[in-house]
């Protein structure tokens, strides 16, 4: 298994993506928040060892990257956090899991190349940043008037 406290988060991230590429299944070991008997978070991290069939990487409003895959043991959708994870190996075999239909997202086009897709994201990031900036100096200006 590769560590991913040995090498830099891009690196993974590279590794990542050529695993999805080619359909390559991926063995993690992560770290996720314990659930209580109610289902609920307890907010303690525990280690997991998964096998994912990857089939997205996105990035949430907070700046983490989250990995999209099918369980292999249980054939259900995860999603583990690309800073939670510990270890990975990707496998030479290819994937045996269907994964979900893609979700209608009209505000995500297609890409030609992974450089518009960066282009994409970071014009994205962007906007948030700047329209929650806005947002906040709007109303620090209708206070103090």
Do not use: C
């Not at 956090?81 to 893609?102: F, K, N, Q």
């Amino acid at each position: 298994m590769k560590h991913t406290a040995k090498q830099t988060t891009l690196r993974t991230l590279e590794d990542l993506h050529k695993a999805l590429a080619r359909k390559r299944p991926v063995t993690i070991q992560a770290l996720k928040e314990e659930k209580d008997e109610r289902g609920r978070k307890t907010g303690n991290l525990v280690e997991t060892l998964r096998t994912l069939e990857i089939y997205d990487l996105t990035t949430t409003a907070n700046g983490n990257i989250l990995i999209h895959g099918m369980d292999r043991e249980t054939g259900e959708d995860r999603n583990f956090r690309l800073d939670r994870l510990l270890a990975y190996t990707v496998h030479r075999s290819t994937y045996t899991i269907e994964r979900p239909a893609p979700e209608a997202d009209a505000e995500r086009p297609d890409f030609a190349d992974e450089a518009d897709f960066i282009a994409w994201e970071i014009a994205r990031t962007d906007a948030e940043y700047w329209t929650e900036y806005l947002i906040k100096q709007t109303t620090q200006q209708a206070l103090a008037a």
